[in-house]
Nanobody, 120 residues
Framework: VQLQASGGGSVQAGGSLRLSCAAS????????MGWYRQAPGKQRESVAT???????DYADSVKGRFTISRDNAKNTVYLQMNSLKAEDTAGYYC???????????????WGQGTLVTVSS
C-alpha cells in the first residue's frame, strides 16, 4: 500500500487549503484513514480520522474548522482546512489502516507528508 499526499502550501491566517491522499498498490481492505501532523519541536498529533463507513473524529484544536472526507471508489482521503491559524503550521501525514490479505493483520501505512505553512 502506497500513499501519496498532496495539497500543502503556504497560506495566510484565515485562509483555506485542501489536502488529498491517494492510496495505490494492492490490499484486501482499507479500514480507517486519517491525518496526523507534526510541528517543529512538537510531538506528532492526530488531526482527524474517518472510518470506512464515514464516521469521523477530530482533534479539539481543529473541530469546526477542518473536515475529513473520503472517496472509497478512488481510495482517497481529503482534509479540508478552513480558518487556518499559525499554529496549524506543520507537516501533515496521511495514513491508512489496511489488511493486505484475508487472513493478514491490520497495519498502518503512511504517506510522505505535505507541508502546511500558515503566516499570521
Amino acid at each position: 500500500v502506497q500513499l501519496q499526499a498532496s495539497g500543502g502550501g503556504s497560506v495566510q491566517a484565515g485562509g483555506s487549503l485542501r489536502l488529498s491522499c491517494a492510496a495505490s498498490g494492492s490490499w484486501f481492505s482499507i479500514n480507517d484513514m486519517g491525518w496526523y501532523r507534526q510541528a517543529p519541536g512538537k510531538q506528532r498529533e492526530s488531526v482527524a480520522t474517518i472510518t470506512k463507513s464515514g464516521s469521523t473524529d477530530y482533534a479539539d484544536s481543529v473541530k469546526g474548522r477542518f473536515t475529513i472526507s473520503r472517496d472509497n471508489a478512488k481510495n482517497t482521503v481529503y482534509l479540508q482546512m478552513n480558518s487556518l491559524k499559525a499554529e496549524d503550521t506543520a507537516g501533515y501525514y496521511c495514513y491508512a489502516e489496511a489488511r493486505t490479505s484475508f487472513v493478514g493483520g491490520l497495519y498502518d501505512y503512511w504517506g510522505q507528508g505535505t507541508l502546511v505553512t500558515v503566516s499570521s
